[in-house]
């Protein structure tokens, strides 16, 4: 089954000019202005709109400076931007990786505008989807296949898909950026970026078909390892969530078993479903301490615990070792993607093996971006894709 996963490396891909308006979390913009989808003053001949997130719980659309590219570089017309649970928690409370004033925004696809110097593989009006960061190829972690670790990936990584342009550097062009195929939706494409963190997660795994597999977590991130898990052939693949729409979504996608983690006994399920063993693989997506504790308690004796959701900065939990030693449970904590990962993640995506459009539970325009936000903070949804 790790060839479903895998087959990619066999197959061997600011300043701002002028504030727009103040968007803060309780702030409210006319409806007919944002459904006749009107700007209220003239863009400038270089200048393009963008999403600012100026500090936690304030969003800028301003007027910025519309980038131009230089050697190898790319800049991509915005056809699509999705949100992420990232994104919402930077504009929330802020988040170590994004000083701001910062753009913002990183899962997109779209259209190639111009392209710099040197660039052969692409050009204008070509049709394209990218993650928003490689790595460099040459460090420690790169020459040892953890390219995931590499120092340049975090350092050099894009952001600011809440915008009309995107300027792609030259690295991420060459290593990470691929054209989308005419069938393949501009929205669906531009899942690639956490489709591949899924990916990389799962291809640490092997599984037997008649495994049990329980996810913690029914937003985004857990049901794309629904639909993989489902996609590898897996049958008893438990799901346990919060949120009832999701709940939804997950039973539709084919869990064998949806657990409404709120009023019912997850613990109980699971020992139930499993003759008492538990299961034999949990996977925590929800990034919480607490449910990382939870998860270990689940799993069965010789099982693996894949820690994906990562925590608040300094986050500790409390572990049981007699129970990790002498029931011989592994702990796996996947982190971004690798370049394999990228690549397989496209390969799928361009196969249509997934229902990742179920994933998408609407659009709006880029000018409505924090009533965006706000439906995500009330759960009843997914994913959103932004359009410029």
């Given at each position: 089954m790790r060839a479903f996963l895998v087959r990619g490396i066999?197959?061997?891909?600011?300043?701002?000019?002028?504030?727009?308006?103040?968007?803060?979390?309780?702030?409210?913009?006319?409806?007919?202005?944002?459904?006749?989808?009107?700007?209220p003053m003239e863009r400038k001949r270089n200048g393009m709109w963008a999403n600012v997130l100026v500090q936690p719980g304030l969003l800028e659309l301003r007027e910025v400076e519309r980038p131009t590219p230089g050697p190898g570089e790319v800049v991509v017309k915005i056809r699509a931007a999705l949100t992420c649970g990232t994104d919402l928690k930077a504009y929330l409370r802020g988040h170590p990786k994004m000083p701001m004033p910062t753009l913002f925004g990183h899962e997109f696809a779209g259209e190639v505008a111009e392209v710099g110097p040197g660039v052969r593989n692409f050009r204008e009006g070509d049709a394209v989807m990218s993650v928003h960061s490689a790595p460099c190829g040459y460090c420690y972690y790169c020459r040892r296949g953890q390219d995931n670790l590499?120092?340049?990936?975090?350092?050099?990584?894009?952001?600011?898909?809440?915008?009309?342009?995107?300027?792609i550097p030259a690295h991420i062009v060459q290593k990470n950026m691929f054209p989308k195929p005419a069938a393949l939706p501009f929205n669906e494409a531009a899942i690639l970026e956490p489709l591949s963190c899924v990916v990389h997660g799962l291809q640490h795994l092997d599984f037997d078909p008649e495994d049990t597999v329980l996810i913690i977590g029914a937003g985004a991130i857990g049901l794309m390892h629904l639909l993989l898990l489902r996609a590898l052939g897996l049958e008893r693949v438990l799901i346990a969530g919060r949120r009832a729409f999701r709940l939804r979504v997950a039973q539709e996608l084919g869990a064998a078993r949806v657990i409404d983690a709120e009023n019912e006994d997850v613990r109980e399920i699971v020992l139930d479903l499993t003759q008492g063993r538990g299961a034999d693989t949990v996977i925590e997506c929800t990034g919480r301490p607490a449910v990382w504790q939870q998860a270990i308690t689940l799993v069965r004796r010789g099982g693996k615990v894949v820690l994906f959701g990562g925590c608040p900065s300094g986050s500790t939990i409390e572990l049981d070792t007699g129970r990790i030693h002498y029931d011989q449970i592994t702990l796996i904590s996947p982190f971004h993607y690798t370049q394999r990962a990228v690549r397989r993640a496209y390969e799928l995506l361009c196969e249509r093996r997934i229902e990742v459009g179920r994933l998408i539970t609407g659009e709006y325009p880029l000018t409505r971006l924090l009533e965006v936000f706000t439906l995500l903070q009330q759960g009843n949804c997914i994913k959103y894709a932004v359009i410029p």
């Open positions: 066999v197959r061997s891909p600011s300043r701002s000019v002028q504030p727009f308006i103040a968007l803060e979390r309780n702030w409210q913009i006319e409806r007919r202005e944002l459904e006749l989808g009107l700007w590499c120092e340049l990936t975090m350092k050099a990584k894009v952001l600011g898909a809440y915008a009309e342009y995107i300027k």
